[in-house]
């Protein structure tokens, strides 16, 4: 195989390029043994010798392709991987190390010794390759293979000997050579012993071995007409077997033609009793179904004498429900199609329709008038007293559930019967729930401590209820809502005490956990006994007329299938809807009752909403059925709650913008400054560790920027406080408040406010502190400007200007005395201008005081630099200054 594939390698690719195979190895890459190529060691014939290694391939259609070839030189290394002979890997590095997989272990062993024998002949030893994991013996130049062949090429060398080892090493690697046998080898000797002419007389050779070829045919001829009277003896006997062959065929084909009528005979006889089998087992069939349509539609007689004399006493209703459960699942048999066309199958049906007609109209009479009788009962009892507690309706629950079976008979056989009762216990039941929610929320509202305008007191029943419609009535009518950011509080209507927001806040969780238990209790009550939880079809087989065909028993099936293939989620959202619908009418008036109570008091005080809006999040997210009739109530209330809360906002936010300016001569703190704080404080109680603070924190950013946003365009409006001092005091507030309350979301906003607060501060003193030794502070600006244009500061005291004489003049005029002066008018104007709320007139003074240092620090640098020696000095020190500050202040 090996042979082959290297001669039509070099038949193919080589022969032209006049190159020609050392050795070939058949290999894959070591991770892809599927993908097969062959390395190829090649060598030039002329002009000179140049050995190579090439990847060959072969590709479709037989294509044989060079792939990549690479010289002798760029062989870095060789790796068996390990020393046994029997390993199929070794590995080259060249440009990178490739891992080959070798298919045969010769081709292997053959390919990596011709490798090394080309590297020590055409590579210099310094720049030879390592070859590692490789067995000694290979890298020899008397190889295995070369010393396997030595006998076969004794005799040549003896004779005239190998002119090169190329020669050998060839002969060595050709895989076409093919030893003679032993037996060959013996003839082969044979023959040429009895030739011993042969060598030096050729034709004669071949005329002898003519002859003996000629004999050798004659003799196979005499053997063949020797044997001629062997061969018509032998005809003979043939004949003869073939006659008998044919007498014994004849009695074989008698026989087939007398076994041919049993056959027949058989086969009628197998047919009978197959029929017979078969009738036997249809009318075994037969029998089984009409067995089963008999015990499927048999009604005992109990049964029946409880149905058509029904008894719905605690005694009786035992045997009833067993009757009804009987009749449904007689009514509710699968019955074959065909089948139903009996006679005796119709008339037992008529029969069911009958009973249960009889069954349905007396259960339907008895609940009808069972839940008109609980509903009259409960508009008859007084009202609870004026505890905070809704009445639980277990009582009405426990009498129902006894009638929960029959209930579901009714939805399975009677639909419309069903429907009717599901009406009658809403319309009854809904009128306690009605009574019972509007007395509860009117005891709520009656436990809560209202304070009035003027005075606090608690309010009773009528008083409340007028309050709550038409507000206190007063002499003199607040124009704002209590506790509008942007809005004096002189002009607030009387808000609620934080007392009596708390007391708010306890009733309203008490209301929200009394109506909890209550209606989840009948939501389940109502699943239950209604089955609200099961969609179920009116009943199956329930069908009398006689023109009952297959055709509708199989549309029936239909839709029982499509049934069963609704969605899951599509089931229960049908569910819900239903118990929610249901719970609806029987609470037709709890979400207007929940509504109502919460707008009253929010109407009263707006602080309630934030309350509220807390509250209600918190029920809603811990309901135990986010689909329940409550939870989507409570949800719907929480709408209405955030949209208030959120309007509330919104119209803090618009009192920020249309916010009017104090009067007063002093400005002082803007409105929604100074009420920022109570908002802040009471929302921070409210809102703190609940799931509702990131609502909280949205507008607390959206409150405090239009804060910060409008302080400037407020300063600007006020006729006699400085629009610096404005900012100043409102932006050290905000920095205060913020500070206080750490808010994670207002951090930033605070350092802001301090940003703030100093810009103004110092755009204050800049312009109201100005420069008091301003005479001065011209002269030593002169002094600079010629200092800039070239003048040396020693030789300033030479201009006529700027003289040593000029100067004195210029300090004779302030003296210590007149300076101090100065500065106290300043004192005074800074104290009618500042407000008393802040006390951020020592901040001032102070910074003024390190104003004027900054000032007078500057003017004696200069006389320094360009009077030195003069002896000239202000008329006050450092200290003087200080003193001056510390005196007025102290004064004042």
Known sequence: MAAGIKYIIQKEIFDALEERILSVCNVSKLLKKKKTSYLCVISTTKPR?????????????????????????????????????????????????????AANLHERQNFITVLWKQLQKHVLAEERPVFKNVPKAWLTERSPEKAVVDGKFATMGAQGGVEEDDDLDDMVESEDFHALTEKEETNLSKLIGECDYAISNAEQFMEQLGKNLQELDGANIQSVLASEKQVDALMDQIEAAISEAEKVEKRLDDYDEILCHIRESMEKMGEKNQMIEIANTNNVKLLQELEKVVFQLDLPHVHQLALTDTDLTPKGLPAAIAAGKALQTAMNSDIDPALLRLTAVQDQRKRFEKWKAKFS??????????????????????????????????????????????????????????????????????????????????????????????????????????????????????????????????????????????????????????????????????IAFFQLDVISPTGKNTQTTLDMSAALQDKERDERDTAVMIPQKRLDRQINEEVRRMMGELFSNLEQELNSFILSFEKLDSYYSLYVLVRLTQHVMSAQDAQSFLSMTFASALIHVKRNFDKFMNLQLQSIQEAKVPKRSKCGLLPYVENFEEFAVTAEAIFKKTERRNDLDKWYLKLVEAIFEYIPVHALEHAKTPHQVVKMENYHRMHSLLSQLKVGVLEQLKKDAKVRYNDALKAYVTKYFGRPLEKLNQFFEGVQQKVQQGVKETEISYQMAYSKQELRKVISQYPAREVKKGLEQLYKKVEKHLCDEENLLQVVWRAMQEEFIAQYNSLELWIQRCYAGAMITLDFTIKDILDFFSEIARSH
Not at 61 to 83: A, C, F, I, Q, Y
Not at 401 to 412: C, I, N, T, V
């Open 361 to 526: 109209q007396t259960v339907s009479r008895h609940l009808n008038n069972l839940f008109i009788h609980l509903g009259n009962l409960g508009d008859s009892q007084s009202p609870h007293s004026n505890d905070l507690n809704l009445p639980k309706h277990n009582s009405v629950h426990k009498e129902l559930s006894a009638y929960a079976e029959l209930m579901h008979w009714m939805k399975a056989m009677d639909r419309k019967a069903y429907d009717a009762l599901i009406k009658v216990y809403t319309s009854s039941l809904s009128k306690v729930y009605d009574r019972d929610i509007r007395l509860f929320f009117e005891a709520a509202k009656q436990s809560i401590s209202v304070r009035r305008f003027g005075s606090r007191e608690d309010l009773n029943s009528s008083s409340m209820s007028n309050k709550l419609k038409l507000g206190q009535q007063s002499s003199k009518q607040p124009t704002q809502p209590y506790g509008i950011l942007g809005v004096n509080r002189e002009l607030w209507s009387n808000g609620a005490e934080p007392a009596e927001r708390q007391k708010f806040d306890s009733i309203l969780e008490k209301v929200l956990a009394e109506l909890e238990p209550v209606a989840l209790s009948e939501q389940h009550f109502c």
């Open 49 to 101: 010798i140049v050995v190579s290694i090439c990847q060959v391939k072969q590709y479709d259609k037989g294509v044989w392709k060079k792939k990549r070839t690479w010289g002798l030189e760029e062989v870095k290394g060789v790796d068996g991987r390990n020393e046994s002979s029997e390993t199929h890997e070794f590995d080259l590095t060249l440009e990178k190390v490739y891992r080959w997989f």
